[in-house]
DNA sequence: CGGAAATTCTAACGCTCATTCGAAAATTAT
DNA sequence: ATAATTTTCGAATGAGCGTTAGAATTTCCG
């Protein structure tokens, strides 16, 4: 699927690649074509052949990084054994949604940290790519309810929504090599789903605490 | 500190309201100083009246914005008795970060939107107070740790930053009316503290859960 | 009311940007 | 190698931007 055919192709792709990492640093109206094109070896004008304007590549960075992490968050739940506990199945999700996001993917990077401040229009275009990804999301976390692995009593889809806001702030303060990404996911779960406290607020699981403490 | 005196104040103040809500809707640097004339019922000339530059009165904004949310953390803390527990005081610090953001100002919330897409040197002159947030939050999460409070296996200033990611990142998506600050609030002392997951629920022992932390 | 000071308007400047287009160069096919 | 095609260049265009400065207006105060 990413196989690259003619030499155009490349050059599409290398373009690609320095408008999705120019974005990121800079947003969107601050990042001019002259930019783009300097990282990419060329003058502005000829970005003109491979695209039809500043907006259309946008939206091709937009869609790249989106399914790029839809990708990722998918098939870290088919690798998984069909009997794999919920917990397991959460943990994987949010391993592949944060290392898509930090380590391999300047696209992904690039949707989520300009989409608040691009044109209007192609906000509203990009949206059923966003809705899928909160789709998977939501069915894993349903089905861990349904399942009796997460309390019943929770409003999901705010936990969703709190819980996709700790993974995807990170952009705005991850720095490779200060932090690794599995030690971040062990934080995220333990937090999600034992708590960090040792106050005992509702009487439920004191055994299971003493039981945790190092 | 915050009466108005002459009508130059109000004037300014209108045009830092403008400039604020619109930083935060369309972002920095697609934001035009007709915009935010128009939003404030002048002519974009007549704001150098008021503002040096588009530079300065961004650097303003954003500095209303960070003390906003620095004195709304700093006063949840002080309102509490001496003897109040750990669990009230994160959540006291939750609510008003969160209210600050959501619900009283635009200033605070283009400060977390904007901020990342604005140019280099601004950003630098403003660290400090930014550091100034994260040291109040560093405290209250670690004065609960010392006490007992927080499980002393975890690093906290990775705690810190996904706790502030799922806190900011309602910016995105928070919709006034749709969603209760306070329910937001208590759902992420909940998960932070508690946890969401059931007991044992996929036959685990807390003793495996520790071992996978590393 | 009348003059001074404060404030806003208006029109213009220079600059940068996205975009266009015909010529040049590089690549491919014959 | 030569012709045809694809790709890149480089200069030009026009629109919109932040910014400026003097004229026009409003506000303030005697």
Redesign the interface.
Known sequence: MAIERSKSDLTRTRILDAAARTFRQ?????TTLNEIARAADMQAGSLYYHFGSKDELLEEVLDIGANKVNDAVRESQERLPPDA????RIRAAVDAHLTMLLKHCDYTSANI?????IPEEIQRRHLPKRDALAAQWRRILTRAQK?????DD??LS??R??????????V??YKPGK?SIP??A???C??????????N??G??AE?RE????
Chains 1, 2 share one sequence.
């Open positions: 800079k947003g969107y109206a601050a506990s919920h917990r397991d940290s300009i989409f608040a401040q399942a009796g692995a997460l309390r929770v409003d705010m936990v929504m709190l819980l996709l806001g700790a993974l995807n702030w990170s705005e303060w932090t030690a971040m062990d934080h995220i333990l937090m999600l789903l034992d708590g960090i406290g040792t106050e607020a509702d439920r699981r299971d039981a945790e403490m190092v």
